[in-house]
């Protein structure tokens, strides 16, 4: 079975414990590679390195390390078949979804903050006859990078792009479920000539390697994606160190469909923004709110669109259900549908575990789920389950949709179905997310801001704010 190794100052290393952690195969729910169980001796070695790079990587001209993150970006793209077949059979994900999305968005990511990082620019106050203020905005010095599970390199290198364009060193930890790409990566890295020392991969647990990171006192800010709860232990380790902190949680995104939208496009699109990834987006939309007159119209295309999709295994190009990321996930999905039936709801499609034939017999497959007849504020309609289950409820009027909407401690995304212009700026501005897609779904464009409010995180990433984050602005003043 391969043995994934730690990448730390340029090299591959076991982890100090010489332990090991197994990596399953979602689809198959067997081990397929065994990964370093790292911890604080690792992430000591991998920070000491970061600082002893971090002078002749911020030393660089911008240009030198445009140029080095663009062979990262050239990198991946030239083992694109392999990174794309790494994802897949890490995550569970079909492969189509992560040639279409995943593996390019990581090419992207890491091109677009090598040259975003040339046209970054930081500001000047100028006050009349008094003087002028103006800002520099240097690199922290060594940062760490925690991501998920669920987009596992398009989220990875969302966080280091920027981190290394500003002239940072990085410490980072992909999440142990699915470190296989981060560690083709690394080889990346190597072929390119990344200097030694500028990025470092631990893997390792959550609550060890990842915590280590968060605790370590040389690394001034940390950049987390990932649950809530986990969200909130970091703040409460980190905030007393007072380390910069950029937090994107979960969410339980609202999806807000009237009357009057392009019927077909919708429902393409919801059914998409319901499933992709089975669920496991960030942003997908799992409380459908309809507008009454469309409702049922609404749920039986849906419900006859969804129970036409195929599960099976991630490689079959049929596919548009894989595998959940996980045993422990699939069960907790699983719970979260029994719970819906107790508050009493009722499941028009899906609602159980798919079993495949061999050798995907023993794979974590769900199958599309739909429910209805909860109301708003139940536990199912309240708590993140962040897997392919949704629930629909009708709607009479825009004040009540919005109530329903913004009822949860969540506020990441969203999307509002409507023809009518003013309705759609209206909605869009009263409810409580970071994010609002009007007639469309996951559109991105990376120089936005990408993040959420209340439970759902702290800061933005994305275009200037990431690249803001990972600098430390200074004002000077001259008098005239
Ligand atoms: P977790 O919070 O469990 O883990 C995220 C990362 O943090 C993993 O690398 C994990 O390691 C690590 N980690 C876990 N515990 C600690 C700790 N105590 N200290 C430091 N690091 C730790 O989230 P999941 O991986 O389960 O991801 C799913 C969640 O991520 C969902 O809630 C989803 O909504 C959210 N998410 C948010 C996005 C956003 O942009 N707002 C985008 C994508 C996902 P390990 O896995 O090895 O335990």
Partial sequence: MKKLQNYINGKFQPPVSDEYIENIDPSRGVPFSLIPDSGIEDVAQATEAAKAA??????????????????LSKGIEDRMDEFVAAESLDNGKPVSLARQVDI????????????????????????????????????????????PWNLPLYLFTWKIAPALASGNCVVAKPSEITPYTAYLLSEVAVEVGLPAGVLNIIHGLGSKAGDAIVRHPDIKAVSFTGGTATGA???????????????????????VIFADCDF????????????????????????????RSIYDQFKNAFVEKVSRMKVGNPSDIETRQGAVVSKDHMEKVLSYIKLAQEEGGTILAGGHQVKLDEPYDNGFYIAPTIIEGLSYDCRTNQEEIFGPVVTLCPFDSEQEVLKMANATQYGLAATVWTSNLKRAHRVANQIHSGIVWVNSWLVRDLRTPFGGVKASGVGREGGWEALKFFT???????KE
């Fill in 54 to 71: 971090f002078p002749v990587w911020s030393g660089m001209s911008l240009n030198e390390r445009s140029e080095i993150l663009m062979k």
């Fill in 233 to 255: 232990y970091i703040a409460k380790t980190a905030g007393p160190m007072f380390k910069k902190l950029s937090l994107e949680l979960g969410g339980k995104n609202p999806n």
């Fill in 264 to 291: 077909e496009d919708m429902l393409a699109t919801t059914v998409r923004s319901s499933f992709a990834n089975q669920g496991q987006i960030c942003l997908c939309g799992s409380r459908i709110f309809i507008e």
């Fill in 472 to 478: 430390e602005p200074k004002n000077i003043f001259i």
């Fill in 104 to 147: 390019p968005r990581a090419v992207s990511n890491l091109s677009f903050f090598a040259t975003a990082v040339l046209h970054f620019a930081s500001e000047s106050h100028y006050m009349e006859g008094v003087g002028i203020n103006y800002t520099t905005r240097k690199p922290i010095g060594v940062v760490g990078c925690i991501s």
